[in-house]
Structure formats: C-alpha cells, structure tokens
C-alpha cells in the first residue's frame, strides 16, 4: 500500500534532504508540503495524512502547540514524526505521544527505523492485511490468517481453511509489518498465535488448527527454528 504524507517545514535544505531521503521509500507518497504551522494545519485537516514530519520549530514558533488544536478534530491523530537539530526537545516529544524523535541532520537509518515503527503501529490499528498476487489484491482479515510460509522469492500466506495466496513480498517484510499476535518462529515460518493448538520447544514441534487443509506441510507441525525459541517463549504468559 501507499502510506501518505505530509511535510511541515520552513527550511528548504532541510525539506529537500528529508524528501530525497523519502523518495527512496516507493510505498511512501508525499501529498504536501506547508512551511508555517497555520498552512500546514489546514494541509492537515484537508488530506488527513498517515503520517505527519513535522519540524519542531516553525518560523521562530513551536510546533508543539498545533498538536491540542488537531486533537479536536481527529479522533486519532495521524502519526507524527518530529525533526529537530535542537535534542533538547526529546522529553517534549515523549510527553506529546510523538511517534518517533529524528535529529538533524536527518541518517537514512534513522528514518528507516521511524518508518519501520509507523508501518507496525499503522498495522495495528488495521483488521485486515492487503496480500498481492500475480493477478489482483486480496484483502484478508487477519483473524482469518493462519500462517505464513517462505518458499524461494515468494511468501504463501495461508488462511484458517488452508487456502494458499502466493505474494512476492518478503517474509521479512511481513514480519515488520503484522500485529504482534503474528510471530517469527522460524526462518521460513510466521505464525498466527490464535491458530496455535500445542507446542514442544524441547523437540521444536508448534501444532496448529485446524489442520484439514494445509497440504503443504511435510509433516503434521511446523518446525520451531533454535533461535527463535526464546522469543516464542516470551511471547507466552504461563
């Protein structure tokens, strides 16, 4: 999918730098930019972005003061990610529930590790997950999603009737991006916990239900791969 944006920003180097960085980001569409806090919270309310750069200082004006004015017109706020050349503003941005804090000059890694953050809060606030195929775009519900297998380029995402869409998206892109009930327990596997019916961590050995239909399993488990036991653990309240 297409993430819109908005940028905010009163100085043109900063606004180019930041834009080229985003131009690498194909699933990122900037629809607007604003250099003062009036035009950018009218930008705003018009485009309803996903996601919001906002520098924190805007023609000698905190930026933090137009956060209150947008609450009363969203029920949820567009996510906001604040750039800054001043770190002093940090515990601000935390206390303002700012998704993510980037100092400038902005790093490409740092602006990856934000967008990555986005994706997965934009994810969690979603019921269903878009999987493209060779011929159309299916949306599935994520409750209806059992569990998701790597094989060569592509990723065959499997419903809870065993029904198989084969995507060449990454299982790693998957796993940055589902909610938190789908977890990594392998490296070819990611699996719905809802669907999980035992597991044996000592053998490597996760059960699922139903099972009916999932053909494409040799066996009648999924194989825990040893580096990903622990975290399958932690994931468990017992």
Request: glycine share 2%; hydrophobic share 35%.
């Amino acid at each position: 999918m297409k993430y819109k944006y908005v940028i905010i920003q009163d100085n043109q180097e900063a606004l180019d730098d930041l834009k080229s960085t985003l131009d690498k980001h194909s699933n990122y569409k900037l629809i607007d930019v604003a250099s003062n806090l009036e035009d950018g919270f009218a930008l705003i309310l018009k485009t309803k972005p996903d996601l919001i750069f906002l520098d924190v200082e805007i023609n000698d004006k905190n930026s933090f003061t137009l956060i209150p004015r947008l609450k009363e017109f969203f029920m949820e706020l567009p996510t906001i990610i604040m750039t800054t050349s001043h770190n002093y503003y940090a515990k601000e941005a935390v206390n303002n529930q700012i998704s993510y804090f980037l100092s400038k000059p902005i790093e490409p890694v740092e602006l990856q590790k934000s967008l990555l953050l986005f994706e997965k809060g934009f994810t969690e606030g979603q019921s269903h997950l878009a999987v493209k195929t060779s011929s159309d775009i299916h949306l599935l519900s994520y409750k209806d999603i059992c569990f998701l297998q790597a094989e060569r380029n592509y990723t065959n995402v499997f419903n809870i009737t065993g029904e198989k869409l084969s995507t060449s998206k990454s299982l790693k892109h998957f796993e940055e991006t589902l909610p938190k009930k789908f977890i990594r327990i392998h490296k070819s596997f990611i699996i719905n916990k809802d669907c999980i019916e035992k597991l044996n961590t000592r053998k490597g050995q996760l059960f699922l239900q139903p099972l009916d239909a999932l053909i494409d399993l040799e066996e009648n488990f999924v194989p825990i791969g040893k580096e990903y036991v622990q975290k399958l653990k932690n994931s468990f309240t017992f």
